[in-house]
């Protein structure tokens, strides 16, 4: 007994970390490895990836299992995500961490900071979920149940003046990651492409719910776009944690071909003329990279109706809603088909005053993003919680 006692007493400050989707799991692989710097003794376990894991972090669920967009697409996976959950509060009395770090993802992750603060445990939330788009009244909770935030937007600050909250702007992560591994000549030799070629990038998503929805259409829009321009050629980056056979099946079955490259998802973006683009992290990608796009966004007709009666913005496209304007044109559910697609990317890649106007737009979303070093920044503000 007494060994026991004396055993937990000795044993290194432990920390939870939660990442439900892939840009979250980059992202926190960072702050984990900072904050490590910071403490080496400290130990992380939770919800993750291969980023995450390659961290030094015990993954005890993946966060590839659990993403997903749209209402009735979480139904498919509901038994998984709770059983997580469940998992995850019961860790809180056995593990007694002693800081929960939850990155976005909020519909899994708030309920975990309010069972994480009744328990006496600090909760320092990373990159706010979207309450200024919907469900603002989530402000109060995350205010209740959340110690500390570090938020990713610049805007985002000014949301949570209303309440008591501790809040930083610590710049966009992707600043920290955006490099390239090739010069474009490489680039073009290493992914098989001809030089002087249009080169368009297709990128479906990471999860496999939506690239099941859209990379169909995507490659019917690939097959019109080659039609009115035999020239182009086609590249897409496959996220990790995406089977494939997956994809696979799916492009077998088109008569264009595509250009498929393990990771390297920056020097495919850079390499190309165009990209068309699933609505979310990629979007931002795209955007520092200054590389002109279309955004599209395909769910279900239910969650779509539902998400409609809740969500007030202007754009989808976190690269518009940052601008405050659409810089880069939207196609959302019933407008994101082939003929759409095809006609504007046709019109981007043979206009090129459009395609230099949309470049200099995207330049100017670097500006407000703040400064590099947000890892950095969100380790030491997450440390003083437990230091």
Same mark, same amino acid.
């Given at each position: 007994?007494?060994?026991?006692?004396?055993?937990?007493?000795?044993?290194?400050?432990?920390?939870m970390i939660?990442?439900g989707?892939?840009s979250?799991?980059?992202?926190?692989?960072?702050?984990?490895?900072?904050?490590?710097?910071?403490?080496p003794t400290?130990?992380?376990y939770?919800?993750?990836?291969?980023?995450?894991?390659?961290?030094?972090?015990?993954?005890?669920a993946?966060?590839?299992?659990?993403?997903?967009?749209?209402?009735?697409?979480?139904l498919?996976?509901?038994g998984f995500?709770?059983?997580?959950?469940?998992?995850l509060k019961q860790?809180?009395?056995?593990?007694?961490p002693?800081l929960?770090?939850?990155?976005?993802?909020?519909?899994?992750?708030?309920p975990?900071?309010?069972?994480a603060?009744?328990?006496?445990?600090?909760?320092?939330?990373?990159?706010s979920?979207?309450?200024?788009?919907?469900?603002?009244?989530?402000?109060y909770?995350?205010a209740?149940?959340?110690?500390? %935030?570090?938020v990713?937007?610049?805007?985002?600050?000014m949301?949570?003046?209303?309440?008591?909250?501790?809040?930083?702007?610590?710049?966009?992560?992707?600043?920290?990651?955006?490099?390239?591994?090739?010069t474009d000549?490489?680039?073009?030799?290493?992914?098989?492409?001809?030089?002087?070629?249009?080169?368009?990038?297709?990128?479906?998503?990471?999860?496999?719910?939506?690239?099941?929805?859209?990379?169909?259409e995507?490659l019917?829009?690939?097959?019109?776009l080659?039609?009115?321009?035999?020239?182009v050629?086609?590249v897409?980056?496959?996220?990790?944690?995406?089977?494939?056979?997956?994809?696979?099946?799916?492009?077998?079955?088109?008569?264009?071909?595509?250009?498929?490259?393990?990771?390297n998802?920056?020097d495919?973006?850079?390499?190309?003329?165009?990209?068309?683009?699933?609505?979310?992290?990629?979007?931002?990608e795209?955007?520092l990279?200054?590389t002109?796009?279309?955004?599209?966004?395909?769910?279900?007709?239910?969650s779509?109706?539902m998400?409609?009666?809740?969500?007030?913005?202007?754009?989808?496209?976190?690269?518009?809603?940052?601008?405050?304007?659409?810089?880069?044109?939207?196609?959302?559910?019933?407008?994101?088909?082939?003929?759409? %697609?095809?006609?504007?990317v046709?019109?981007?890649?043979?206009?090129?005053g459009?395609?230099?106007? %949309?470049?200099?737009?995207?330049k100017?979303?670097?500006?407000?993003?703040?400064?590099?070093?947000a890892?950095?920044?969100?380790?030491?503000?997450?440390y003083?919680?437990i230091?």
């Open positions: 007994m007494q060994y026991d006692q004396d055993r937990r007493q000795a044993t290194n400050k432990k920390i939660v990442a989707e892939a979250g799991d980059l992202h926190g692989s960072h702050v984990v490895r900072f904050m490590k710097r910071l403490d400290l130990r992380f939770g919800v993750g990836g291969e980023k995450l894991r390659e961290a030094g972090v015990d993954v005890i993946e966060s590839s299992h659990m993403a997903v967009v749209g209402l009735t697409e979480v498919s996976k509901i995500i709770l059983s997580v959950r469940r998992k860790s809180f009395d056995e593990e007694r002693e929960v770090i939850l990155i976005d993802y909020p519909d899994f992750n708030l975990l900071a309010k069972a603060h009744q328990r006496g445990i600090k909760v320092f939330y990373y990159i979920p979207q309450v200024w788009a919907w469900r603002k009244r989530r402000i909770q995350i209740r149940w959340v110690d500390r %935030m570090a990713i937007l610049p805007f985002e600050p949301v949570y003046e209303k309440v008591d909250l501790d809040v930083r702007f610590v710049g966009h992560p992707l600043l920290d990651v955006m490099e390239r591994n090739y000549r490489d680039a073009r030799r290493i992914f098989g492409l001809r030089e002087e070629i249009p080169t368009v990038a297709l990128l479906p998503g990471s999860r496999e719910s939506e690239v099941t929805k859209l990379l169909p995507m019917m829009a690939a097959e019109l080659k039609m009115k321009l035999p020239s050629q086609f897409m980056p496959r996220a990790a944690g995406l089977r494939r056979d997956l994809i696979a099946s799916m492009i077998d079955a088109s008569p264009v071909t595509i250009s498929v490259v393990d990771n998802v920056y495919v973006i850079g390499v190309s003329d165009c990209a068309i683009v699933a609505s979310g992290t990629a979007t931002m795209t955007a990279l200054e002109p796009m279309i955004i599209i966004y395909k769910v279900s007709p239910f779509y109706y998400g409609r009666r809740i969500i007030r913005v202007d754009h989808i496209g976190m690269v518009n809603i940052i601008a405050g304007k659409r810089i880069v044109p939207e196609f959302i559910q019933g407008d994101a088909h082939a003929d759409n %697609m095809a006609d504007e046709y019109d981007l890649l043979t206009n090129d459009r395609r230099e106007r %949309m470049k200099q737009d995207l100017e979303i670097r500006t407000k993003l703040g400064s590099p070093g890892a950095e920044k969100t380790a030491r503000f997450a003083e919680l230091s």
